[in-house]
């Protein structure tokens, strides 16, 4: 786990645990706070109505830490690609534009598995391959299609 070209983003992770966690009593209180201003006491007290606010303002503030939860993991989890995945993060599927047919190439001396993007494209439209293994150079020519 020695990749640091983006924010790992346990912190915020940590974030949404707090938001959930905090938001969870706050409902729940809230809730409370709502029924029991609905009380038959609490209506002949007269407490309905400044209960029913606190209640309210419960309510908001655990649904506003409940949204933000929401947020921030949809955040984290579109600014990360899954652990082990190499693409994230990074603009793919677009294939360059390639002239050279990166199927595999084998030396015509020792048989080796030669990387053709190595390729060097001489000026009659043929290409220089070098192979790695024993140094040898080659040419190719476009292969007529069939
Ligand atoms: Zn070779």
């Keep these: ?16 645990l707090l938001a959930v966690v905090l938001c969870l009593p706050l409902l729940f209180l809230g809730a409370i706070f709502v029924l029991s201003a609905f009380h038959p006491d609490a209506v ?5 109505l400044p209960r029913a606010a606190i209640g309210g303002i419960l309510l908001l ?3 506003l830490l409940a949204a933000l939860a929401v947020v921030l993991a949809r955040n984290a989890t579109r600014g ?11 603009a793919s599927g677009q294939e360059p534009p390639g002239e050279i047919n990166l199927k595999a ?33 080659f040419l190719i020519q ?3 299609k069939w």
């Design 1 to 16: 786990m020695s990749r640091g070209s983006t924010t790992f983003p346990a912190l915020i992770w940590l974030l949404v």
């Design 44 to 48: 002949a007290q007269g407490k309905s």
């Design 61 to 63: 503030g655990g649904l």
């Design 80 to 90: 990360a690609g899954r652990p082990g995945d190499l693409s994230g993060g990074v």
């Design 105 to 137: 190439l084998n030396c015509p001396h020792c048989g080796g598995q030669v990387d053709a993007s190595t390729a060097r494209l001489n000026p009659e439209g043929t290409l220089t391959l070098t192979c790695p293994y024993c140094k040898g150079s």
């Design 142 to 144: 476009e292969e007529p």
